[in-house]
Each structure stands twice: as C-alpha cells, then as structure tokens.
C-alpha cells in the first residue's frame, strides 16, 4: 500500500528553523510528484512546495519563497522541507502527498493540484 510518513514538526520561535521529512514506501519513488501542503485552523489546506522527483523541478507558494525550500533524497525515498524564518502564521498542520507524474505536470504543479495519496500530517507551531 501506499504510505507517506511525515516527521519533524514542533515548536519553534519566529525566525526558527525546522525541517520536515515524508518518507515513502508503497510506490516507485521517482514516478511521482511530492508536495507539502498545509492547514492552519479556520483555513482552507492551501500548497506549499511540489517537487518532480524525477528532474528536481520545484514550486513554491509566493507566502514561503525564500525562506523554505524543498528537495528529494531519492535514494532514501524520502522529501524534505527546509523552513528557515519561520513566522507566527506558518504555524498549521504539513501534510505531504503525493502525484503519478505524467505529460503535463507543469500545469498541475503550478495549481497544486491532482495529489491523491497524503501522509497524516505534522503539527508545526510557531511562537511570538
């Protein structure tokens, strides 16, 4: 079965840092697409970063640009997620899922869309 683990939430203060793992196993990794997506309360899981697994492209929400920054060990299977400058309004739960890559997927990584298969999530909370 499909599984994606996440790890590395906690409490930080503004202007920390943390870094997020999603471990996968149930598929072959560099078939898809990573994203990291996030849920704080009262909002709406917005996307955060996607990465292609298999030629290292990237995307990144304008709101963390620059300060956070994704990428893929493939041979661990395993994603991460660099936050550094870390905010009081990161704070929300991190999801990771997952996206078979196909012809296209510009289009849909731009929109953060198509991802099918999501990990439980890490609570990440940032302190004033």
């Known amino acids: 079965e499909v599984q994606l683990v996440e790890s590395g939430g906690g409490l930080v203060q503004a202007g920390g840092s943390l870094r997020l793992s999603c471990a996968a196993s149930?598929?072959?990794?560099?078939?898809?697409?990573i994203g990291w997506f996030r849920q704080a309360p009262g909002k709406e899981r917005e996307g955060v970063s996607c990465?292609?697994?298999?030629?290292?492209?990237?995307r990144y929400a304008d709101s963390v640009k620059g300060r956070f920054t994704i990428s893929s060990d493939n041979a661990k299977n395993t994603v991460y997620l660099q936050m550094n400058s870390l905010k009081p309004e990161d704070t929300a739960v991190y999801y990771c899922?997952?996206?078979?890559?196909?012809?296209?997927?510009?289009?849909?990584?731009?929109?953060?869309?198509?991802?099918?298969?999501w990990g439980q999530g890490t609570q990440v909370t940032v302190s004033s």
């Open positions: 899922a997952a996206r078979r890559l196909s012809p296209g997927w510009s289009y849909y990584s731009a929109r953060f869309a198509g991802f099918g298969f």
């Open positions: 149930g598929f072959t990794f560099d078939d898809y697409a």
């Open positions: 990465i292609n697994t298999r030629d290292g492209s990237t």
